[in-house]
Nanobody, 124 residues
Framework: QEKLVESGGGLVQPGGSLKLSCVAS????????MGWFRRPPGKASELVAA????????YYTDAVKGRFTITRDNDLNTLYLEMNDLRPEDTALYSC?????????????????WGQGTQVTVTS
């Protein structure tokens, strides 16, 4: 059974940093692209970052470019999202999701398996 478990969220002041982790189990993590999505309060989910199965290419939405970094450790079956210079508008439920093949897609429907999410709140 495929399972994704996120951790690392929390309450942080503007300008602060957090590193999210997503531990995968029940499937061959190293052959699938992965993505981080976020759902701000009262809004729809959006793809924040994505990475190919072998980490040779990645994607960031414009709002987080230069501040967020997506990485993965295929030996540990773990996906990461390092978030720096956090802003109040980054407040959201962050979820990791597995893709359907080795290359990432920008289409949300290409990520059929999602974790429960970890809450990130940025406030002074």
């Amino acid at each position: 059974q495929e399972k994704l478990v996120e951790s690392g969220g929390g309450l942080v002041q503007p300008g602060g940093s957090l590193k999210l982790s997503c531990v995968a189990s029940g499937f061959n993590f190293d052959i699938y692209a992965m993505g981080w999505f976020r759902r701000p309060p009262g809004k729809a989910s959006e793809l924040v970052a994505a990475i190919n199965s072998n980490a040779d290419n990645s994607y960031y939405t414009d709002a987080v470019k230069g501040r967020f970094t997506i990485t993965r450790d295929n030996d540990l079956n773990t996906l990461y999202l390092e978030m720096n210079d956090l802003r109040p508008e980054d407040t959201a439920l962050y979820s990791c999701a597995s893709g359907q093949g080795p290359l990432f897609s920008l289409a949300p429907h290409s990520y059929p398996n999602w974790g429960q999410g970890t809450q990130v709140t940025v406030t002074s």
